[in-house]
Each structure stands twice: as C-alpha cells, then as structure tokens.
C-alpha cells in the first residue's frame, strides 16, 4: 500500500474545469496541512531521531552527509534537538539543488497549548515557524521521563495538526507487555487514545516502537514486526477509513544489517532511527535499502 496524506484526484473532468484549478489550489494549498514532501507522502519514510545528541558542528557535518540522499521516491526526516533545528534548516536551504529540499524537519516534541507558562517545552507554532513540517509526539522516553500519558499525547497531536505539523505519533508495548501476550491490546489502546480527537483526512504518521528494542541492539523479529503492524493498519481503518492509508514506521535498533529484512514486511512504510540515524554512514545505508525497496 502506498501511503498518501491525499488521495490522487480523478483528472476525468479536468478539460471541464480549468476555471476550477485556481480554485482547487487554493483550496489545496491553504486547508491541507503539509508534511514537508509536497503534501504527499512518499512509499517509504525514513526519519531520524538524533534525542539529545550531537553539537552544532557535528549535525552540520551530518546534514551535509545526508542531502545527497534526498530523493523524490523517498521521504527523509531529521528531528534534531529544537536548539539545533535553524542551523539544520538553514543547512538544508543551502543543499537546495543538491537535494535538500527533499528532507523535511521535524521537532522532538510539542506542547498542547500554543504558548504559555511551561518552562522548557515548546510550543507546535514555534516549530512551524522554524520550518518544521514533522513533529515525534509520544515517544516512549517522553512518556517514561515526562509522565505523557497517551491522552497528552492526542491533545498535542491536534495542537500540532491545527498549527499544520505533521505528528508521528509512537506506540509500543514493554517486554513485559510482550511476554504476557498484551502486546496488540496495549498498542490498540496507545493508538485509540493518541488518536482522539484527530480529523479523517489530517497528515500524520505511527511509528511501531517497541520499547525493549528501542536502544538495545534488540529488533522484533521480522514475522511480530509484519504481525503488529498488519493489526496497526486495522485498528487505524477501524478507527476511520480515511486513516487506512496512514504511513506506519517501525524503530527500536534499525541497523544496516537489519533494514532490508524490516523493509520487506508488509505494512512497514519506513523507519524511525535513533542511534544509526547519528552514523552518516549507518544511516545513509538504511536510506538505500529503504529505496531499493519504495
Ligand atoms: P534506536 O532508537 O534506533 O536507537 O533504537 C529508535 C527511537 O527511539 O526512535
């Protein structure tokens, strides 16, 4: 399946409607909420989460590794530190023409208010206007460090979505949730609940993170990551139609050794990368298995 923010047109009645075409783009343009490859999105997404990580000089270096790799069959994410976000920014406008257009920029996390008395967090306008498209929201360390239960979670993720930022949205289950056999109710019930309230038709993305493979050189075995997200893909169409189509990323320890593998299973749209995503060379192999496979 390939994903899409928006499904393609039918063209049918285009020679009828050439007046009309203003009007649609406009429409397009000013009440779709963009995600940074051209309000599409691309068969395959690979997203990097660099947490807290690198000084100003090495994602510099990092960027730079990483624009050639942009291309139109593929979407490529960078969420780096909010400090860090203008100097990529900037660093991506100046690979334009090299590719750079190609990645888009996410924040690590945004607040459910739009502004106000909350010391250290950051609001989704502010990652607007900083040229983010992508905002990781309910990501497992947030949620364990910072308490965000999957109700914060869908109040940001609707902050988010009215301020035009794409959320994606993690979910994933403990080891001890996966022993017990509780895996697919826990994450059902993650994304019921960081779903509430967000409109059919809004851009955003799941990432399948299990929590124990998440840093820990340990992968879900390709048959439970093929399983999970086949029952992901349900509960997102049972919730709306219109969620069907949603783009779900796997993550927890994507390696080159093990991408191709993860790539191949059905209903993984792309990955969300953490500590190879802070390997020039890691990451941009992820990048082409991912691509030879979009
Ligand atoms: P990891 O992190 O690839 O280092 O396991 C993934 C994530 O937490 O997003």
Redesign the pocket.
């Known amino acids: 399946m390939k994903p899409r923010c928006i499904q393609p047109g039918n063209g049918t009645r285009m020679q009828y409607c050439l007046a009309m075409l203003a009007l649609i783009w406009y429409v397009f343009k000013t009440t779709i909420p963009s995600n940074g490859f051209g309000n599409r999105f691309a068969s395959m997404i690979i ?1 990097g ?1 660099w ?1 807290m990580n690198l000084t100003r000089q090495e994602a510099v270096a990092l960027t730079t590794a990483v624009i050639p790799a942009a291309s139109d069959n593929l979407g490529i994410i960078l969420f780096p530190p909010s400090i860090l976000i203008d100097t990529v920014r900037d660093h991506l406008a100046s690979g334009n023409g090299n590719g750079g257009e190609g990645i888009a920029l996410g924040g690590q996390d945004s607040h459910a208010a739009v502004s106000g008395p909350h010391t250290g967090d950051i609001a989704a306008p502010m990652l607007r206007e900083a040229g983010c498209t992508w905002v ?1 929201l309910g ?3 947030r949620r364990a460090d910072h308490g965000e239960t999957s109700a914060m979670v869908a109040a940001k993720a609707v902050q988010a979505i009215a301020h035009d930022l794409a959320p994606m949205i ?1 979910v994933g289950e403990s080891l001890n949730d996966r022993q017990s056999g509780r895996a697919g109710d826990v994450v059902e019930h993650q994304l019921r609940d960081s779903l509430t309230g967000v409109e059919p038709g809004a851009c955003f993305a799941i ?1 399948y ?1 299990p929590i124990w ?5 340990k992968t879900a075995g390709a048959g439970d990551i093929a399983q999970m997200h086949g029952h992901i893909r349900s509960v997102l169409t049972s919730i709306n139609a219109d969620h069907a189509s949603v783009p779900i990323l796997y ?5 080159p050794g093990n991408a191709g593998d993860i790539f191949d299973q059905q209903h993984v749209d792309g990955a ?6 802070l390997d020039a060379d890691q990451f941009l192999s992820i990048i082409r298995s991912a691509r030879s496979r979009a």
């Open positions: 997203a989460n947490k990781l990501h497992s360390e993690c990432a993170e493979a998440i840093g820990t050189g993550g927890g320890s994507v390696k969300l990368v953490g500590g190879a995503s």
